[in-house]
């Protein structure tokens, strides 16, 4: 049976406007980090929180920057470079590509992007890295797993996990710090579990083989509807948009292909 907690972090997302509305849902999120944290013994500043802005508008943007927010998650490459455009008088606001990547955008990443949560090919590894080479910069990425073992989501399968990862040091502007994965879509905890405890013990395996220069340390794990549970099995980083920032209309499958697709 589902606790509580967890049947009232799905839906219901109030929408922030204000710098003060921003203020009290980073709060109560923030306060939720620290509940989940408890629970399991862990410190509180051992988890990342990443607020996710897709289809969030800039006025807005601005204001859950004024409310502290300061590197924030998006799924899709296009918009997120055109509100960095956009918000370039904000010099320290970051921007943290979530979404599966095509080649052919890599560039437009190496261009601006700081953090990359969603490798999951060797094509487009190369792509970034030979972009960043140009421009001088590095970026840090995590590598994406597929952890429900749904055809349909984006992210390695865990069995090519091990040998994508020690293929990736020749890409010397990529700085692998961990793994990153999208949990089973259901309110059924005993279900989401199991999606997040796979990546903490593949992250436990990779860290016996990982060769030098990747750091296995960060599991980007937890959404709005599932951080506790995350949390509470190893989760680094959390990327949460809707608790903060509102319900989104944009349906989840114009991010990440759901299964219901493939019924
Ligand atoms: C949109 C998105 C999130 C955040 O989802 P919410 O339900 O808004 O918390 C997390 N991860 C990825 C990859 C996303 O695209």
């Known amino acids: 049976m589902l ?113 990359f949560q969603a490798l999951d090919s060797l094509r487009v590894a190369e792509a970034l890295d030979k972009r960043l080479q140009t421009l001088g910069r590095s970026l840090d990425v995590l590598v994406q797993v597929n952890t429900s073992n749904e055809e349909s989501k984006f992210g390695l399968p865990p069995s090519e996990l091990e040998a994508f990862v020690k293929k990736l040091p020749v890409f010397s502007s990529l700085h692998v710090r961990g793994l990153m994965t999208l949990a089973l879509f259901s309110d059924d905890a005993a279900k989401v579990r199991p999606c997040f405890v796979r990546l903490r013990e593949l992250r436990g395996r990779l860290r016996q083989s990982a060769p030098d220069g990747v750091v296995m340390d960060e599991l980007s794990m937890g959404m709005s509807g599932d951080y506790e549970l995350a949390i509470e099995e190893g989760s680094t980083i959390v990327r949460v948009g809707q608790a903060i920032f509102g319900a989104r209309k944009v349906p989840d499958n114009v991010y990440w292909p759901t299964s219901d697709e493939q019924a």
């Not at 899709?76 to 008088?89: I, L, P, Y």
């Not at 052919?104 to 990443?109: D, E, F, I, Q, S």
């Open 3 to 115: 606790s509580p907690v967890y049947t009232c972090a799905m839906g219901n997302y109030t929408t922030a406007n204000t710098v003060e509305e921003f203020r009290q849902h980073l709060a109560g999120v923030h306060a939720r980090i620290a509940a989940a944290c408890a629970k399991v013994g862990r410190d509180p500043s051992s988890v990342r929180l990443l607020p996710v802005s897709k289809t969030v508008p800039e006025a807005r943007i601005r204001n859950a920057h004024a409310a502290g927010c300061r590197t924030l998650g998006e799924n899709k490459v296009q918009e997120a470079h055109g509100k960095w455009q956009a918000m370039s008088d904000l010099p320290d606001l970051r921007w943290a590509i979530i979404g599966h990547l095509q080649t052919n955008k890599a560039k437009l990443v190496a261009e601006f992007a700081s953090e």
